[in-house]
């Protein structure tokens, strides 16, 4: 499997350990961090075309991404 870039762990390293906490200890932060996964999985996909996604649709899953990461910073902080 390829590198997926824009893994939480390698842009926030300082917060990796936390994330891993409280992904284990907070459902609704595991269920975050699940989604922003997925959608950066899904951004991934869109960019190298491997999904034929519109214009309009990978930017939207772009926003979704950014709403995601900073809502997991704010957390984990």
Same mark, same amino acid.
């Given at each position: 499997?390829?590198?997926?870039? !824009? %893994? ?7 917060? %990796?350990?936390?994330?891993? %906490? ?15 996964? =997925? ?6 996909? #869109? ?7 519109? /214009? #309009?649709?990978?930017? #939207?899953?772009?926003? /979704?991404? %950014?709403?995601?990461? =900073? !809502? ?6």
């Amino acid at each position: 499997m390829s590198h997926t870039p !824009h %893994a939480l762990a390698e842009d926030f390293p300082e917060l %990796a350990q936390k994330i891993m %906490a409280l992904k284990e200890s907070d459902a609704h932060f595991a269920k975050l961090v699940e989604s922003y996964n =997925d959608v950066n999985h899904q951004v991934y996909r #869109a960019e190298n075309r491997l999904d034929l996604l519109t /214009e #309009a649709q990978e930017e #939207a899953l772009k926003r /979704e991404r %950014a709403l995601l990461k =900073d !809502h997991i910073w704010q957390q984990a902080k």
